[in-house]
Structure formats: structure tokens, C-alpha cells
């Protein structure tokens, strides 16, 4: 790789700060720090001065990155293709298994979602007719919700608890 000229007093050093890379891959600084440490992209060399200096292939590991997050898989997903991209692991069946599974996933959210926005503009509805409480606030605190029983969320619990 040539040498690229530091930011300050011009110095010629291999590699790209975190700032960088940040800018080159549309990617912040603290998420790359972040996907780092979850091991999704391995550790840069440094700099005799200790800073981090990272390569091309990190700009485009990190554009990957983003779009399957942007497609929504998860990390451990995330990491599994990376593996899979890099011939680790699987190969273009073993993807495409994971990106129907995904889908899948996908869809049911959707479905959760068109039903929360069924529930919410009934709630809106019952505002609108301008009953003396608020039915929004009542709906709220009722015991049973419109959703209980469905596939809650991550972190959110599904049903009476």
C-alpha cells in the first residue's frame, strides 16, 4: 500500500486513521469501534505512536457491514456471511438459506407492525369521537392489550407476564 500523508505535519504513514475510515466508509467512528470489538472487523495494525491503521480492505469490510445491517441482520448473522463471503464457511446455497430465514423474520415483523398500527388508529378513533376519558390513556393501562399473545419484540415481553 503507498504511504498516505498524515493529517498533521505531513508524515507518511501506511493506512488510515479511524476517522478515515470512518469518512471513507460511511460508517461512525463509534459503531466501527463497536463492530470491532463484536469481531467484525479484525484488529488493524498500529502505528509506533499505538494509533490504529487500517487498510482498504477495512473500508470495504465496513460498507458490507453496513448494508446487511441496513437490511437488518444481525450481528451474528452479519458475522456468519462475512465468513461465508470470505470461504470460511458455506458457500451461495448457505446465503441464500440465511436471507430466506431473514426474510421470513422480516415478513412476521411487518405483520406485527400492521397489527400495532390496526390497534393504534382504533385507539385514535375512540380520541376522535371525543369520549370524556382518554381512551388513548385507557388503553393503555387496560390488563389485555390488542397484541398480547403475538411475537413481541427484542427486550419487549409478549403477553400478560
Known amino acids: 500500500m503507498p504511504a498516505i500523508t498524515g493529517a498533521r505535519g505531513g508524515h507518511p504513514r501506511r493506512g488510515l486513521s479511524i476517522g478515515e475510515l470512518a469518512r471513507a466508509s460511511g460508517v461512525g467512528v463509534e459503531t466501527i469501534r463497536f463492530w470491532e470489538r463484536a469481531g467484525l472487523l ?6 509506533p505512536s499505538g494509533r490504529r491503521l487500517f487498510g482498504p480492505e477495512a473500508v470495504e469490510r465496513l460498507r458490507f457491514v453496513r448494508h446487511a445491517r441496513a437490511l437488518g441482520f444481525p450481528l451474528e448473522e452479519v458475522r456468519t456471511v462475512l465468513a461465508m463471503a470470505s470461504g470460511e464457511a458455506g458457500g451461495c446455497e448457505e446465503v441464500r ?11 412476521a415483523r411487518i405483520a406485527r407492525l400492521e397489527r400495532m398500527e390496526a390497534a393504534l388508529e382504533a385507539t385514535l378513533a375512540r380520541c376522535a369521537r371525543g369520549e370524556l376519558s382518554c381512551p388513548l390513556l385507557a388503553a393503555l393501562a387496560e390488563p389485555e392489550s390488542p397484541l398480547d399473545g403475538l411475537p413481541g419484540e427484542p427486550g419487549v415481553a409478549a403477553g400478560p407476564a
Do not use: F, G
Open 42 to 47: 479484525p484488529a488493524p495494525p498500529r502505528s
Open 97 to 107: 438459506a440465511l436471507a430466506e430465514r431473514h426474510l421470513l423474520a422480516v415478513r
